[in-house]
């Protein structure tokens, strides 16, 4: 693994996924917020409401995420969150009415911990051993475009499109960017998987460091905490701005 680099196809093939991924899984949805909420006859309110809970369902899938990620290779697994990704957002732009768009919204939340940074980080650190560091800084940077570009993205595409039709296309870009890039990288996890668990069975166990579980559980801790700070300002980053005069509207 030493002397395995992650190719430059495949970061840029990743950068670009992150960013669609986070895109239309996440920072389109405060765009179209008002329209969703007329059209199913609920307050804003309740679909802040609905993608907070959403948001919750979908942390509780990761631990599954993390453990498929480490027996099927990421790359596989980012694939099958890709495909199944475009698929509850079809179901999200199809749904009837609130109950049937919160469950769509929840399913949709549970697949994205399969193809957002996470998992991506995996397939970096499965495919470039101990050169990965430097991928993953490159792969933040380029990820971090994600809300630069699909804010106004959204905003101009419903200008002429409802949300439904919003997420329809958004759908398209998963199945049709997305899906090829993860299953060209899950060519690379895989092999990597399958030749380091002969490494990891020679070397053996490690012992665990005295207070681990505290140290671990107060990481988690913090890095809930921080998560939870930074999503609420991201989510609602719009509409704060809307509101506050600085922008009247975000189009192109």
């Not at 917020?33 to 979908?58: N, Y």
């Amino acid at each position: 693994m030493e002397g395995r680099k992650l190719p430059t196809w495949a970061l840029a093939g990743l950068g670009a996924s992150q960013i669609i991924g986070y895109g239309t899984l996440y920072y389109a949805f405060s765009i179209l917020v008002p329209e969703i909420a007329e059209d199913i006859g609920k307050s804003q309110q309740w679909v802040f409401g609905a993608f907070s809970v959403a948001l919750l369902v979908g942390s509780l899938a990761a631990p599954l995420s993390g453990y498929l990620a480490d027996r099927i290779g990421a790359g596989r697994l980012m694939a099958a969150g890709s495909l199944l990704a475009s698929a509850t957002l079809v179901l999200m732009a199809v749904s009837t009415g609130p109950i049937t768009f919160a469950v769509a919204l929840a399913l949709t939340e549970i697949v994205s911990v399969a193809v957002l940074y996470a998992t991506a980080f995996t397939a970096i650190v499965q495919t470039g051993g101990h050169k990965a560091q430097k991928s993953i800084v490159h792969l933040t940077l380029i990820a971090g475009f994600a809300s630069s570009l699909f804010w106004p993205l959204t905003s101009w595409l419903h200008g002429f499109l409802s949300w439904r039709e919003v997420y329809l296309l958004f759908a398209a870009l998963n199945l049709l960017v997305c899906l090829p890039v993860h299953l060209a990288l899950a060519r690379l996890t895989t092999t990597a998987v399958f030749a380091s668990r002969g490494t990891v069975a020679a070397v053996g166990e490690h012992r665990p460091l005295a207070n681990g579980t505290l140290v671990f559980s107060l990481m988690l801790l913090g890095f809930a905490i921080e998560g939870y700070a930074l999503s609420a300002i991201l989510v609602h980053m719009v509409p704060l701005t809307q509101r506050s005069g600085l922008v009247p509207q975000v189009s192109w």
